[in-house]
């Protein structure tokens, strides 16, 4: 996959075109639909799956005469903030339901009130499909560019999500650590950002002894990703993000069927990624940085063992009892490296434990901090736009599982509740007077759902975009 087609987007948006119109009108559920004498002559189509989980129903009438058709879209009033998810619903149904596609073109109508915007994202969502190794028959509806839809916002957003979802998708043979890196650099120069990526093996045992103590045991040598964008006299917003582009466990290895899904677990840095993408390629008033450490979790006769000490990059030692704990081994040294200079705010993506997806399952990201206010309206935030994270707490009570006889600390701890342990961990890397903030997610969807395919997924990208706009961004009235 060239760099450049991780942020492609598919040609499903017309600003004219002489095809068939197929018009789509937006109702309130209880309002006034097309009135009786519209409706002479069309003939309404009943199909299954036509309802769309809690936001209403899609109506598909056909008018023989003049070989018209319309979608009358019924939604529940009380979710004005569903736009995205009733366009990935309106895009699939489109695709089983309407008969040559390719000869109409949807547009909505002048009453269509919901945000045209967030719909055009969602329409592009609707459209991803991960086409690197296997090309795709689908017929893309395509849409009208809707009145008063801001273009460059859509699709931006929508770039961050594909290339977010592509980086995941890519096998771990093709997308290895200096390929993630690859990645980092065509970004960077795209949007003229300053990079670094720190490959010298002496300069990673002293500076990111943890880093590569987890990266040594592939034949594929880790790296530390770290750029630089923006006004630096403007709030700094740091993104960090687990970069393990595959993951074995290592010695202490996993089964066949929880290695299957782990080139998913570079997640962490794909959503740093894109929405770094976005943030820049909206030209937010910030200054960014994102850090990301590369590694691959092998085994092998370099690779790390359980009861070896390293001091990371902080000076705290930490003892392995678990080799198969590696991200918040990188995530550390990288977070330290953070610390080192001034943030507003540092906002960690991990996929980082199977005891957050016990707590919140696939679709909710676990949300930890050291400021409960700002977890409180993070997920608030996340609610609000359907992208949810839900607040786990850092309960220290769970610190004295993380003491070791012979170092400082360990990298895991016996208790049920992994994934506060694993944050706990981190806490111990990160400014005490800095705001943090730690996404634990899933980044795959196993079942493929409209908007969803199956396969890498962005999780709580909008929602931190959503809160870094919302905190950090004065728009002009």
Known sequence: MKRADLFTLPDIFLTKTERKILQVSLHAAGGNRPSAKDNIDWKSFPTNGNNFRDHGKITHEYKEKTDTRRLIVTIDPTRPNAAMDIATLIFQYAQDHIPDLDSYALTLD????????????????????????????????QLIWPKNADKKRAQNIAQGIYLARNLINLPANILGPSELADAAQFMAQKHEAKITVIKDENTLRKSFPLVHAVGKGSQRAPCVID?????????????????????????????SSAMLLMKKDMGGAAMALGLAHIMMGLK???????????????????AFRPMDIFTARNGKTVEIHNTDAEGR???????????ESKNDVIIDFATLTGAARAALGFDVPALFSNDSDLAQEIQNISLHIDDPVWHLPLWRGYASEMKSNHADMNNTGTSPAGAITAALFLHEFVDKKTPWIHI???????????????GGLDQSLRTMLTYIEKNFVTRKK
């Open 110 to 141: 002048d009453n269509f009130e919901i945000d045209t915007t967030q719909f055009c994202v969602g329409w592009y969502v609707a459209a991803y499909q991960f086409t690197a190794f296997k090309k795709s028959h689908r017929t893309l509806p």
């Open 227 to 255: 750029f630089s964008w923006g006004n630096p006299k403007h709030k700094k917003i740091t993104l960090v993000g687990k970069g393990v582009v595959f993951d074995t466990g290592g010695y202490d290895l996993k089964p």
């Open 284 to 302: 937010l008033p910030v200054h960014l940085r994102v850090i990301i450490p590369a590694v691959e979790n092998s085994v092998s006769g370099s």
């Open 329 to 339: 081994l990188i995530l550390a040294d990288c977070l330290t490296l953070a610390c």
């Open 440 to 454: 634990d997610h899933y980044a795959w969807e196993p079942y493929g759902r409209p908007g969803r395919a199956k």
